[in-house]
């Protein structure tokens, strides 16, 4: 054989076996999903559906390892440092993505630099709700309720930064409704204040307000997406009650460290997209009371992150809100 030959393929094998080289036999090993949350909520059970779909897809094994704690940061910061191999997926959400770095002064990761989000997968629909002693129906309601209580009206929430407490800021600031914000350490207390009339408004996961909304304990006001919700059809959205273009949700979506090669990142990309064509795997997550989306390009979700990121930016800065660690 040829010396010059010989060191080309001598080249080539040394190439093939280098990490984060994209074999065109990927998967060839188990893949690990990194879940931010505890085991048995209704995103772990996401995660694992997920999980199960994707093995099918692949012809490989999807393992989800859950690393709860630090609103996402632990799950994060070893995503970013793993192998950008495409062996390593983070189960990301807007909080992972999008307001850690908005809100925290130190990060132990940079999602900018250090993780690529490849598809967004559901939505947590979010919906504004009151008690029903405020007789509050709808947005022109909460308007005139608030004109003639003025300084009287206050609102829960489950923490300063938390999603849910940003879109109610955000939900003030495009109605001119003046709240204010009463944090709870959790959401169970933050409804028991809502529904003895302690506070008068929350925004709140759809599936933890719904029994309430069903039992007249709670009354959904308007929800913050931009159509209406499969779980609550009857009641309009905040664009529809005079905002038009609000929306405002807690997503997620998967992310891979941001050196993953091409290839794999591709492979990964379709299968999971795949995946969220599959009516079974919508309708596991209807169970969960979670919205599944539809597949997105690589350019199009670079450009709702970006979107994203802008309007929370200035939601985060009008109201001077920063995290320790």
Known sequence: MNKAIALLLAAAATAAAAPGFAQSDYPSKPIKLIAPYAPGGSVDVLARTLATHLSTELKQSVVVENRPGANTMIAASAVARSPADGYTLLLASNASMVLNPLLYKKLSYNPDRELKLTNILAEAPLVLVTNSQTGIKNVADLKAYSKAHAGKLNYSSVGLGNPLQLTTELIKSRLDVAATHIPFNGSAPALTALMANDTQLMVDVAG????????????????????????????????????????????????????????????????????????????????????????????????????????WRKVIADNAIALEN
């Open 208 to 311: 933890t307000s719904l029994p309430h909304i069903k039992a007249g304990k709670l009354v959904a006001i308007a929800t913050t997406g931009p159509e209406r919700s499969q779980f609550l059809p009857q009641t309009p959205t905040i664009a529809e009650s005079g905002v038009p273009g609000f929306r405002a949700s807690t997503w997620f979506g998967i992310a891979v460290p941001a050196g993953t090669p091409g290839d794999a990142r591709n492979t990964l990309q379709a299968a999971v997209n795949k995946v969220m064509l599959n009516p079974e795997f919508a309708s596991a997550l209807g169970n969960q009371t979670l919205a599944a989306r539809k597949p997105q390009t690589q350019a199009q979700l670079d450009d709702f992150l970006a979107a994203d990121g802008q309007m």
